[in-house]
């Protein structure tokens, strides 16, 4: 099972292929201006990660699964859960933190499993608001943000921890 707060079909600016945007159930980091504050107002649903998926995969249009509004490293396993359903169904995945991304991988250590994954990083910074920042297709709101796969993500920590 996986909890979680909505799920939005055919979103087109949030990833580099059109996705459903599936909200985690909940987020502590408090980003000012963040205009998903109403969204920890809405009640949680369930569903087994297979129907869930499966209701992705019915809309002809959602090529993959945008794993964010609110933040998903406060649900580890749930969120490991959803990315080995994923993997095994060919969606392409990226995972939305407010963290920064040594922060996301000590909350998830086990995003190593999945090097194909694109993980946006960086709370939003309303002073650092920006209109041209973009990386992998994806116009990204302030500049402290970023987008990398898990693959490059480890790859550049490795080489730092020697």
């Not at 087109?12 to 998903?36: R, T």
Request: aromatic residues 8%; glycine residues 6%.
């Amino acid at each position: 099972m996986i909890r979680y707060k909505s799920i939005t079909h055919e979103r087109v600016e949030d990833a580099p292929f059109v996705g459903a945007l599936i909200c985690a159930v909940s987020c502590p980091i408090g980003c000012k201006g963040c205009f998903n504050q109403t969204l920890k107002g809405e009640p949680n649903k369930c569903s087994y990660i297979p129907d869930l998926l499966d209701q992705v995969q019915e809309n002809p249009f959602n090529d993959g699964i945008i794993l964010a509004g609110l933040e998903w490293s406060q649900q580890p396993r749930e969120l490991v859960a959803i990315l080995k359903e994923a993997k095994n169904r060919n969606l392409p995945v990226i995972v939305y933190t407010g963290y920064n991304i040594d922060t996301f991988v000590k909350r998830v250590p086990r995003i190593e499993e999945f090097p194909d994954v694109l993980i946006k990083y960086g709370a939003y910074n309303e002073k650092q608001l920006v209109l041209d920042h973009v990386e992998h297709g994806v116009r990204l709101a302030s500049a402290n943000q970023h987008i990398q796969s898990v693959e490059e993500i480890m790859n550049h920590s490795y080489q730092h921890a020697m």
